[in-house]
């Protein structure tokens, strides 16, 4: 009989600890997890103003600024054929996508409806912009591309990994 009481003394005790442990593991989860959504929030918010920061040099022709925010693996895939098995219009590697910068084909890249999935040190942003070339044939000043894209943070720092063309280019009338 002392037997069985110490052993449900022992269950009882073990099954006080173990909903201690439980609350507390709870707790800490619920505090992780309020902690992070602040800190996603923070993170999505600088990866935003980097893309548009990108945007901006990309239209002043800042090779210099846009050369620094890429990853030397950097890839642009211009247009959405890849999307339904055929090719898409181009895939460009750093070097050439710095070359078209380098031209300054673009009177506006104006990006919207961006949103952003946080990965730790890797962002993937997808959204719109809406270009405008300042030179172009009848039908084709501007256009409208959805994008996906993936940055990761490097040395402290944002860098510009890829951008996947995923709709478009949709192109209005002038």
Same mark, same amino acid.
């Given at each position: 009989m002392a037997t069985r009481r110490l052993v449900h003394v022992l269950a009882v005790v073990l099954l006080a600890v173990f909903e201690v442990f439980t609350e507390q593991r709870a707790a800490e989860s619920a505090e @992780?997890?309020?902690s992070t959504g602040a800190s996603s929030k923070g993170v999505s918010e600088e990866v $935003? !103003?980097?893309e548009r920061d990108i945007e901006a040099a990309v239209v002043r022709g800042d090779v210099k600024a846009v050369d620094a925010a890429s990853a030397p693996t950097f890839t642009f895939t211009h247009g959405d054929g890849w999307t339904t098995g055929a090719a898409p219009l181009r895939v460009d590697s750093r070097a050439a996508w710095l070359a078209t910068v380098a031209? !300054?084909?673009y009177e506006a890249r104006v990006v919207d409806s961006v949103k952003t999935e946080v990965?730790?040190? $890797?962002v993937i942003t997808y959204g719109r912009y809406v270009a405008r070339f300042r030179n172009a044939a009848p039908g084709r000043r501007q256009f409208t591309v959805w994008y @996906?894209? $993936?940055? !990761?943070?490097r040395n402290g720092r944002w860098q510009y990994l890829s951008h996947r063309t995923v709709h478009g280019p949709v192109y209005e009338k002038d």
């Open positions: @992780q997890l309020a $935003v !103003a980097f031209a !300054a084909p990965h730790g040190d $890797v @996906q894209r $993936v940055y !990761a943070k």
